[in-house]
């Protein structure tokens, strides 16, 4: 399975974003699907994560204001960002579990939430 972020740029705070994440190779939608972030100097976090039947969750920082979402018809995920702050300046990835745990990254997605 391989993902590829897009999406990101510059939001203002209290702004929304929505990031897209293309999956490609063979899944038949069987695949769990987490969104990360790195800001600079930062350790990479998990930020949310989706299953294959779409249940979701969220790390405390981002909850109530990001959504995860999916359709499995097309092979993508999505990020949507509500009420963004400027911690939330990172790169953003989407990855699957076993390639994040094995340390494989794609390129990611800026994010900047700056007036």
């Known amino acids: 399975v391989q993902l590829a972020e897009s999406g990101g740029g510059l939001v203002q705070p209290g702004g929304s974003l929505r990031l897209s994440c293309a999956v490609s190779?063979?899944?038949?939608?069987?695949?769990?699907v987490g969104w990360y972030r790195q800001a600079p100097g930062q350790r990479r976090e998990q930020v949310a994560g989706?299953?294959?039947?779409?249940?979701?969750h969220y790390a405390d920082a981002v909850k109530g204001r990001f959504t995860a979402s999916r359709d499995n018809d097309r092979n993508m995920v999505f990020l949507e960002m509500s009420n963004v702050k400027p911690d939330d300046t990172a790169v953003y990835y989407c990855?699957?579990?076993?390639?994040?745990?094995?340390?494989?990254w794609g390129r990611g997605t800026q994010v900047t939430v700056s007036s």
């Open positions: 190779g063979s899944t038949d939608g069987f695949y769990i």
């Open positions: 989706i299953t294959e039947d779409g249940h979701t």
């Open positions: 990855n699957e579990p076993q390639a994040a745990a094995n340390d494989i």
